[in-house]
C-alpha cells in the first residue's frame, strides 16, 4: 500500500486545554473512523487545521505539536481573519448554501474568495512538502476545491483524490457562481473525483459540459491529457461499532429510562445540527400539523429534537436558531400541558452513548433535510437497531435516499405529506417494520464506512502511473527534435491544431500571419510540410492552394502533392451509401435547432456546435448509437468529432497521407505530424518508427507529446525559422 497523504480542513482531532495542560483527543467523527486504518498502515500523514490555538502558551503549543506529530498529523495554522473569510466567510456563507439549492443565501458580494484562494495554496504549498514520489493523495471537501489542481501545477507525476461531501447541486446552480472555472478547473487537477451520489456525478458532469465544454465519457472526462475519472462512492459509517454501542448495558440502561419516561406515548427522534438545511422547522410544522388534525394523538406523542450547535460565529445561523426557538415554544404552547410537551427540544451536544440510547428507544426516526449530501444519522439509526424495531422517515433529498430506499420517502417541503409519512410509521404493523428494517441493516452493513475507504482508494490506485499516460512530452522537446533533424516531413492538421474551431465551417479561414508562417517553413531547407484536413478540396484550395505544401482534404480522400499540383482522389471509393445515412441525419437536424448537415464528397458530418452545450451532447450520443445500428453490415464507420458526428466509408482516413508524403524521401526523415481530434489519431497510427507524433488540446491519444493549443503549434514553427 502506497503512502497516504490525507488532507482536509480539519485535523481528525480536538485541542483540549484544562487548567494549565493542553492534549490533543483522536476525533470520533466517520472521516476519521473510516481513515484512521489507512493512515496507520500506510505511514502517512494527515494536514489539516487542528482548530484555534492562538491562545495556547509557547509550552501548551509545544505539547500540542509533539502530541499531534505522535499522530502523524500536520497542522497548518489559520489566522483568526483566514478563519473568518476563507472558512466562515467563503466557504460557509457561499458554497455551503450554494451547494444546498439555497443561492438566496450566498452574498451579493464576493469578498472573501481571495481569502479562500489564499489558503488553498497554503494548503497546497504544505501538502508538496510533505509529499514523496509514489504518496497518493486524498483532497476532502468544499473548503479544499482548489487543492487538487494547485497540487497537479506543482507536482504533475502524483496520484491524486477528491471527495465531495456535501451535494454538487445542478448546472443551473452552479453556473452563476463568479469563480466557477477556477473551482472547477481546480477539482480536474485530481485523478478522480468522487461524490456521495450518482445524481451528484451527474450534475458535475452537466456543469463541466455547460461551463468549460468538457463532455464526459461514460464516467470520465478528458482534461489536459489526463482522464479524470468521475464517480460515486457513498459514504458509510462504522455499523459493527454502532451496533455493538446499542447493545451495551449502559446503552440499554438509558434506553429503559427514556422508555419508562415516555410511557404512554409513542417516541419520536430528530438529530441534526443545527443548520438551515437540515429542515427542522419544516419537520416541527408536520408534527404541528399532525396534532392538528388528530386530535387523539395528542399528548400521546414525544418528540425529542436534539440541534447540536453549529457555527455559531456565522450571523444566518444565529437567525434560524431564533426561529427554531420560537416555533418550538409556539407548538408546545398550542399542544403541551401541565404535564408534558409535545417537542422536548434539546440545544447541546450528545456524544455516542447518548445517541445509541435515542436510536434504540425511537418508534420513529425523523431524518428530513431540504437538502444533505449524504446524512449519517440515518445509516446509524439503522445499525443501532439489532432489535429489527423502529421506522425511518427520509427525506428523497438527502443521499441517503438512494440507498435507504425502505425508509418512508418524502418531500420535506410537503407538510401535509410529512405528516401522513409520520402517521404511516407510527401505525406500521410490526411484521412490515422488521421487514423494512432487516433491508435497511443489510445495506448500511454491506456498505459501511471502511468498504467507502477501501473502493475510493481502489479506483484511485487503478489510475494508470504517469510514465504509463500517452503525450506527456513537452514543447521544448517537440522543438528540439524538429531542429535536430537532417530532413523532416510535417503533417499538419488545420481545424483545432493551425487555426481554432470556429462556430460554422466557413469562418474558420486562414489569417495573414498564419499563410505568411506556413510559407515561410515550406521555404526551410530539406523541410516539405503537407496540410492534411477533413475539409472540402475546393476550400483547401481556395484558402490555402497558392502555398508550396502538400494539401489533402476530406481525410486523405483527395490529395495535391504540391503547388500547382492536380487533385486526384482515393480510387475504389462509391458515394451510394449516402441516401441510407442522409435521413437519419436530415431528421436529427430537424429536431435539434442550430445543427446541420455539411456533405462532402465521400462524407457526411452532423455539425452541432450551435446547439445548446447539455442538449447537443446528448442527441450526438443518441445520433452515434442509430447510425452504428442503422450502418452495422455496411462497409461505413461513424465517427465522433469536435462537436460533430462524421460517416465516411471505412478505410478512408488521414492515415492514407503517411506513405504518399514519404514517396521519394530518402531513409532516416523525421516524420512529424500534429492534429486534434479523432481523426488525427489514424494519422499518428500509420508514422514509421521514430516519428513524432504531437497531439494539440487536452484529449486522450497515442501520440508521443501534447501542445496545448494552436498558439503553440505556431510557436514552435516559428521557433523552427530562427535555426
Not at 408546545?332 to 452513548?353: A, D, M, Q, T
Request: neutral net charge.
Amino acid at each position: 500500500m502506497s503512502r497516504l497523504l490525507l488532507v482536509s480542513n480539519r485535523l481528525p482531532v480536538t485541542v483540549k486545554v484544562e487548567k494549565d495542560t493542553a492534549s490533543v483527543v483522536r476525533s470520533a467523527g466517520g472521516l476519521a473512523t473510516g481513515l484512521r486504518g489507512p493512515h496507520e498502515r500506510s505511514g502517512g500523514v494527515w494536514i489539516g487545521w487542528p482548530g484555534d490555538v492562538s491562545r495556547l502558551s509557547g509550552a501548551q503549543r509545544a505539547k500540542v505539536e509533539s502530541q499531534l506529530a505522535e499522530l502523524r498529523c500536520v497542522p497548518l495554522y489559520l489566522s483568526s481573519s483566514e478563519v473568518s473569510r476563507y472558512y466562515e466567510g467563503y466557504s460557509n456563507r457561499v458554497l455551503w448554501p450554494l451547494c444546498h439549492y439555497l443561492p438566496e443565501r450566498v452574498p451579493r458580494q464576493d469578498r472573501d474568495w481571495e481569502a479562500y484562494a489564499k489558503v488553498n495554496e497554503r494548503f497546497a504549498e504544505l501538502v508538496a512538502r510533505h509529499y514523496q514520489p509514489g504518496d497518493t493523495i486524498w483532497v476532502h471537501d468544499y473548503q479544499l476545491m482548489l487543492v487538487p489542481g494547485l497540487l497537479r501545477q506543482r507536482l504533475p507525476e502524483a496520484c491524486i483524490g477528491y471527495f465531495h461531501h456535501i451535494p454538487f447541486p445542478s448546472s443551473e446552480i452552479f453556473r452563476p457562481l463568479p469563480h466557477r472555472e477556477e473551482l472547477l478547473r481546480g477539482l480536474l487537477g485530481a485523478d478522480v473525483v468522487g461524490f456521495h451520489t450518482p445524481g451528484y456525478v451527474h450534475h458535475f458532469s452537466s456543469t463541466l459540459l455547460r461551463v468549460l465544454g468538457l463532455e464526459t465519457d461514460i464516467d470520465q472526462i478528458t482534461y489536459e491529457g489526463r482522464a479524470v475519472k468521475l464517480g460515486a462512492f457513498p459514504m458509510g459509517i462504522d455499523a459493527a461499532a454502532f451496533e455493538g454501542l446499542a447493545q451495551e448495558p449502559g446503552v440499554l440502561e438509558e434506553v429503559r429510562v427514556l422508555k419508562e419516561r415516555s410511557a404512554g406515548q409513542r417516541l419520536l427522534v430528530g438529530i441534526d445540527r443545527l443548520d438551515y438545511t437540515k429542515g427542522i422547522p419544516r419537520r416541527l410544522l408536520a408534527l404541528q400539523r399532525l396534532l392538528e388534525r388528530e386530535p387523539a394523538l395528542r399528548g400521546r406523542l414525544r418528540l425529542i429534537q436534539v440541534a447540536v450547535p453549529s457555527r455559531t460565529q456565522v450571523e444566518d445561523y444565529a437567525t434560524y436558531r431564533e426561529k427554531v426557538d420560537e416555533l418550538v415554544g409556539r407548538i408546545n404552547g398550542l399542544y403541551g400541558s401541565v404535564h408534558n410537551v409535545p417537542i422536548h427540544y434539546l440545544y447541546r451536544s450528545f456524544n455516542e452513548r447518548q445517541l445509541a440510547a435515542l436510536y434504540r428507544a425511537a418508534d420513529v426516526m425523523l431524518v428530513t433535510p431540504i437538502r444533505d449530501g449524504m446524512n449519517l444519522v440515518a445509516k446509524e439509526f439503522c445499525a443501532a437497531r439489532p432489535d429489527e424495531e423502529g421506522v425511518l422517515v427520509l427525506s428523497e433529498f438527502a443521499g441517503a435516499a438512494s440507498e435507504l430506499r425502505d425508509a418512508v420517502i418524502v418531500n420535506p417541503y410537503d407538510v401535509e405529506a410529512t405528516a401522513d409519512a409520520i402517521e404511516q410509521a407510527l401505525e406500521m404493523p410490526a411484521e412490515e417494520r422488521r421487514k423494512r428494517m432487516r433491508s435497511l441493516r443489510a445495506q448500511v452493513k454491506s456498505r459501511d464506512v471502511h468498504w467507502w475507504v477501501r473502493h475510493f482508494l481502489e479506483t484511485l490506485e487503478a489510475v494508470p502511473a504517469p510514465s504509463q499516460r500517452p503525450g506527456q512530452g513537452s514543447m521544448a522537446e517537440v522543438v528540439a527534435r524538429l531542429k535536430g533533424a537532417g530532413r523532416r516531413v510535417l503533417l499538419l492538421d488545420y481545424d483545432g491544431t493551425l487555426v481554432g474551431h470556429a462556430p460554422r465551417p466557413e469562418l474558420a479561414g486562414p489569417d495573414p500571419e498564419l499563410k505568411a508562417l506556413l510559407a515561410r517553413v515550406a521555404a526551410l531547407p530539406d523541410t516539405q510540410v503537407h496540410i492534411v484536413s477533413g475539409r472540402f478540396r475546393e476550400t483547401m484550395e481556395e484558402w490555402l492552394g497558392e502555398l508550396p505544401v502538400g494539401l489533402h482534404a476530406e481525410h486523405g480522400l483527395w490529395s495535391r502533392a504540391g503547388l500547382g499540383a492536380p487533385w486526384r482522389m482515393l480510387e475504389g471509393v462509391s458515394s451510394e451509401w449516402k441516401e441510407l445515412a442522409r435521413p437519419l441525419l436530415e431528421a436529427f437536424t430537424e429536431r435539434v435547432l442550430g445543427s446541420f448537415v455539411e456533405e462532402k464528397t465521400m462524407s457526411l458530418a452532423w455539425h452541432y456546435r450551435q446547439v445548446d452545450p447539455g442538449y447537443g451532447a446528448w442527441q450526438a450520443r443518441e445520433l452515434r448509437l442509430k447510425l452504428c445500428e442503422l450502418l452495422a453490415q455496411s462497409p461505413l464507420e461513424v465517427l465522433p468529432g469536435a462537436k460533430v458526428v462524421e460517416v465516411r466509408p471505412r478505410g478512408v482516413h488521414k492515415g492514407l497521407v503517411v506513405a504518399k508524403a514519404l514517396e521519394g524521401q530518402p531513409p532516416g526523415v523525421l516524420v512529424a505530424a500534429m492534429g486534434d481530434d479523432r481523426t488525427d489519431e489514424d494519422l499518428f497510427a500509420a508514422l514509421p518508427e521514430g516519428s513524432l507524433s504531437v497531439h494539440v488540446g487536452g484529449k486522450l491519444s497515442r501520440a508521443t507529446h501534447r501542445l496545448n493549443g494552436p498558439g503553440e503549434v505556431r510557436k514552435v514553427l516559428s521557433v523552427l525559422l530562427e535555426a
